[in-house]
């Protein structure tokens, strides 16, 4: 009673959703690293004792870059699944980090990955873009690198302005921003599509998957790389995401928990603050209680 004092009933929410993330996450995670380790060997066709141990031979090595090479492929994997109930997707993307020269994991929230209106899933999608932020030691390291052409870009000198998502988990955290901006932070739009680019030596009219970067507020061009294997004639796209759905829709985005149960865990919530209402005005240590008061 005394935070109900303090704070009043209003600021209370009912833990439903919270409560039904976790455990979705904890089930996910017990599936997805098993003790003996995420990777399991599996050998088509007919089983020989040379391609026996070779399978063994990868699948230790891919549980050993899983647990002990990447460290934060777990705390990704753990991150995502909990916040895919309450997304309807998230997603997960995998690159090659050449300075330690190992594969890199990076969970990437639905609210920063932008599709097509028309797209009717992820992965036929002919556009998307992933949205980033960076810094500005970021900005310069990958210039050095040779990953960002250098197109003397001013740090900008106010912080990004962040989606509503965003801004409602910063509240959540206690996170504030300041006004001068003092890492640098930028948005930057990695966008993988289909183009024509000047040079290439395909056939007029045809399209080639691309990576393009592009600085939000200059709009100049940072980078455009190949997406397809070089040695690959028919110039499939490589795909760097992977998503993770919870229920799948009609469109390209899947829907979650607050879109299935939300009105009824505002009823929960609505419910709980009734029920503290009514034990606060019952122990008040008052003499007169006024019809319709809460205090």
């Known amino acids: 009673l005394v935070l109900i004092l303090v704070h009043g009933p ?4 009912h833990p439903m959703l919270t409560e039904a993330c ?5 089930r996910a995670m017990k599936e997805i690293f098993p003790p003996q380790g ?20 990868k699948t230790r090595m891919m549980n050993w870059q899983l647990t002990v090479q990447c460290p934060e492929a777990r705390a990704e994997i753990e991150q995502l699944l909990t916040q895919v109930p309450l997304g309807g997707a998230q997603y997960l993307k995998l690159s090659w980090d050449a300075t330690r020269n190992r594969p890199g994991f990076l969970f990437v929230a639905i609210d920063d990955m932008l599709l097509p209106y028309a797209a009717t899933s992820f992965y036929s999608a002919q556009r998307k873009t992933h949205v980033q932020y960076i810094t500005q030691v970021d900005y310069e390291q990958r210039v050095k690198a040779g990953m960002y052409r250098d197109v003397d870009l001013t740090p900008p000198g106010l912080e990004p302005e962040g989606s509503i998502v965003q801004k409602a988990n910063d509240k959540i955290e206690g996170r504030s921003d300041t006004s001068y901006n003092e890492d640098g932070l930028r948005t930057v739009y990695e966008v993988h599509a289909l183009l024509r680019v000047d040079g290439d030596d395909m056939a007029d009219g045809d399209l080639a998957p691309y990576i393009v970067t592009i600085d939000k507020v200059s709009g100049k061009v940072l980078a ?4 397809w294997d070089e040695l690959d004639e028919s110039r499939e796209e490589l795909h760097w995401f992977v998503e993770f759905p919870f229920v799948p829709w009609r469109g390209a985005y899947p829907i979650g928990l607050p879109h299935m149960v939300g009105g009824l865990s505002a009823a ?9 209402d009514s034990a606060h005005i019952n122990h008040a240590p008052t003499l007169l209680k006024l019809k319709g008061g809460t205090r």
Do not use: H, M, S
Request: hydrophobic share 50%; net charge positive.
């Open 22 to 26: 976790i455990d979705f996450a904890a």
């Open 10 to 13: 209003e600021g209370f929410v």
């Open 224 to 227: 455009i790389y190949r997406n």
């Open 268 to 276: 929960a919530t609505g419910a709980l603050r009734a029920l503290l």
């Open 38 to 57: 995420p990777a399991k060997d599996f050998v088509p066709g007919k089983v020989t004792e040379a391609k026996l141990e070779k399978a063994e031979r």
